[in-house]
């Protein structure tokens, strides 16, 4: 007892020997030791907006990157609350200072095309809360967060795009029509958009045993993709998937774009389109039959 008595009070109150040392010396060792972990930490590329990760897929209603680290407390509401369980800790996607912050990772789960869950629950608003709002042709979609206007006038609803949060493409070495003439509509089944963002293109190929065969190409529309990645979760390749979403087109960074202002215009221009139109029109490369020569 004597011996546990003596632990306690040399652990509440330590030896004079044993205490902390906080003289001048120390105190200005320490303070320029955090000054230079922040700057080692924002000297990542990433954390300076001159690159961006195609791996660093924020959920929906993210800031920009660097306004996302300076609210964001990695307090894992957002990853609780993913109903796909497509909300996960990051390590070094976005560099020391974004470790541990929400990523979205689409092998694991997806982004569920009207879910608000993640915004309503963030504490400091590093992810904004979205609305659903109805759009004149009845569908129900995400759009994206109100700016404010010198006017403080309120951008009509038609004005506004979907949320985006990154942009599906094709691996043609993977994807089974592609690679292997093997018929697969799978992630053309799931797009949760509409009209849907992957479409498709009937064609002819030659198989191994040398026989033309019917074989449908799947394609994806930029204009129409919101990222959601169901896509790449339910691609039958499950080790690395024939198609796959990057960060490329989000919303939330106007720098990170690959289309021209001029061809990512408004989707919703062409919803009222009938449903078996061409949706490329006149600007289709293989022609009105799906017949033509394709460049894959």
């Not at 759009?135 to 309120?154: I, S």
């Not at 990222?227 to 490329?248: M, Q, R």
Request: with cysteine; aromatic share 8%; hydrophobic share 30%.
């Amino acid at each position: 007892m004597n011996r546990f008595t003596r632990w306690l009070t040399n652990y509440v109150r330590p030896p004079k020997a044993e205490r902390i040392d906080l003289n001048r010396r120390t105190a200005i060792t320490s303070g320029l030791g955090g000054l230079l972990g922040v700057l080692v930490f924002r000297s990542h590329p990433l954390a300076q907006g001159k690159t961006f990760n195609p791996g660093l897929i924020r959920p929906p209603g993210s800031h920009s990157e660097r306004e996302f680290l300076a609210r964001c407390v990695k307090c894992g509401e957002c990853m609780k609350v993913c109903p796909t369980n497509g909300i996960q800790p990051a390590f070094l996607q976005a560099g020391l200072e974004g470790m541990w912050t929400p990523v979205m990772n689409m092998k694991l789960g997806y982004c569920e095309y009207e879910c608000t869950l993640c915004g309503q629950v963030c504490p400091t608003q590093a992810i904004q809360e979205l609305t659903l709002e109805t759009l004149p042709d009845g569908q129900t979609v995400r759009l994206e967060p109100l700016q404010p206007t010198e006017d403080g006038v309120e951008t009509p609803i038609e004005e506004r795009k979907p949320m985006k949060i990154g942009q599906a493409f094709f691996d043609a070495n993977r994807c089974l029509p592609y690679a292997f003439a093997r018929s697969c509509i799978v992630c053309e089944e799931h797009c949760p958009t509409s009209p849907k963002a992957i479409w498709v293109e009937e064609v002819e190929r030659l198989n191994s045993a040398g026989e033309m065969v019917p074989l449908k190409l799947p394609h994806v529309d930029p204009a129409r993709c919101v990222g959601c990645g169901i896509c790449e979760n339910v691609c039958p390749l499950k080790d690395k998937s024939g198609i796959y979403v990057t960060s490329a087109g989000e919303s939330r960074n106007k720098e990170n774009q690959f289309l021209l202002a001029s061809e990512s215009a408004n989707p919703f221009a062409d919803f009222e389109s009938d449903a078996g139109a061409d949706p490329y029109g006149a600007a289709n490369p293989y022609g009105d039959s799906g017949g033509g020569e394709s460049p894959y």
